[in-house]
């Protein structure tokens, strides 16, 4: 129903920049939630940043003030701003979005993009 594609990771040097985009197949206009999670070697995936319809945001503390979460409706794309990269920050990034439903949420996931930062 709602196709993810991710695109924007590679590797960069501890200090630089990613922008990683998600591209839907759909509008992404009523999902409850828009966000990005990571998953590095060893370790649970766990939310990086989240957006919701109305544009509020949350953030892991571990990204605080470095990255930022954002949506552009026009060409259906959630964007993550990743700065001050370190390289803790390696890992599998993945876009999700979720529909929050009365019982079991709708939920999708794209196939994720390597972020690796070196030092």
């Known amino acids: 129903q709602v196709q993810l594609v991710e695109s924007g990771g590679g590797l960069v040097q501890a200090g630089g920049s990613l922008k990683l985009s998600c591209a839907a197949s759909?509008?992404?206009?009523?999902?409850?939630?828009m966000g990005w999670y990571r998953q590095a070697p060893g370790k649970q995936r766990e939310l990086v940043a989240r957006i919701s319809s109305a544009g509020s945001t949350n953030y892991a503390d571990s990204v605080k003030g470095r990255f930022t979460i954002s949506r552009d409706n026009a060409k259906n794309t959630l964007y993550l701003q990743m700065n001050s990269l370190k390289p803790e920050d390696t890992a599998v990034y993945y876009c999700n979005v979720r529909f929050v439903r009365a019982i079991v949420d709708d939920v999708y996931w794209g196939q994720g993009t390597q972020v690796t930062v070196s030092s």
């Open positions: 759909g509008s992404m206009y009523s999902a409850s939630y």
